[in-house]
Nanobody, 118 residues
Framework: QVQLVESGGGLVQPGGSLRLSCAGS????????MGWFRQAPGKQRELVAR???????NYTDSVKGRFTLSRDNAKNTVWLQMNSLKPEDTAVYYC????????????WGQGTQVTVSS
């Protein structure tokens, strides 16, 4: 059974930074891609950032230039560095894994709360 465990959320002031981590129970190279999603109260879940198996990254427009994906192959971990945080970044952030040949993300972490507030 695949397990994804997120950590690193918390309360931060506007303009601050957080780094989220997503640790997989096995090699992340089993997956076609790893994604970070977020869901704010009353809003739909959105894909924030995606890291493909080949290392290419994609970001939603609202976080471009502020969020950065990286991975640690040895630790089967993906990181999401979030800088210049804004109140509108407040949400529960989820890590997810996409299996080869599939569009939907099959595996999900439990989520970590990020709150940006003064």
């Amino acid at each position: 059974q695949v397990q994804l465990v997120e950590s690193g959320g918390g309360l931060v002031q506007p303009g601050g930074s957080l780094r989220l981590s997503c640790a997989g129970s096995g090699s992340i190279f089993r997956f076609n891609a790893m994604g970070w999603f977020r869901q704010a109260p009353g809003k739909q879940r959105e894909l924030v950032a995606r890291l493909s198996i080949r290392g290419s990254t994609n970001y939603t427009d609202s976080v471009k230039g502020r969020f950065t994906l990286s991975r640690d192959n040895a630790k089967n971990t993906v990181w999401l560095q979030m800088n210049s945080l804004k109140p509108e970044d407040t949400a529960v952030y989820y890590c997810a894994a996409q299996r080869p040949g599939e569009y939907e993300y099959a595996y999900w972490g439990q989520g970590t709360q990020v709150t940006v507030s003064s």
